[in-house]
């Protein structure tokens, strides 16, 4: 685990302030103790949530030094943690919004599927918008690439099947 990734680890414990050496371990310290005391159960699935971003992170970024491409199932997978924060933002819209969404509902596979389906149509809608610039750059994160690869398609026709895997 590279020193970032140590520090957020860190930083997320929400403990009295550190010190830290990037404004993202920071500001993500802040965000946790001021949150965090009024969260209920929801800081359980946050904490999840941001875990699994830090290290997803991690492993798309090692990935993008290597410019490999990964298997399908890996990608979407490891894509739904890092996009956006996608998952952690879905948190703290349900606390800033004073919702508490019923744990026992948290554990059915409805609220997964909404959750990844949320996750997946802003990660395919930004490797779409993002695809000219990935190939440009030789940056293999992508959908369209992933999905080519699998499918033993052109880009073109990958491009096509993530817009009708986005409309539904």
Known sequence: MDRPTVELNEALGGAAKGNFSHSLSYSLNDL???TFPEMGSGRARMVAHLVA???????????RR???LVDL???ISMRRDTVVSMLPMLDLA???????VNEVATHLPQHETILHATADTVAWMNDLMAIERDVSIGDMSNIVLVLANAANCSDIQAQGIVERL???
């Open 32 to 34: 946790c103790r001021k």
């Open 53 to 63: 971003l830090i290290s997803a992170r991690e492993r798309e970024d090692e990935i």
């Open 66 to 68: 290597r410019g490999n």
């Open 73 to 75: 199932g890996t990608y």
């Open 94 to 100: 349900e606390y800033s919004l004073g919702v508490q």
């Open 166 to 168: 986005i409309k539904g």
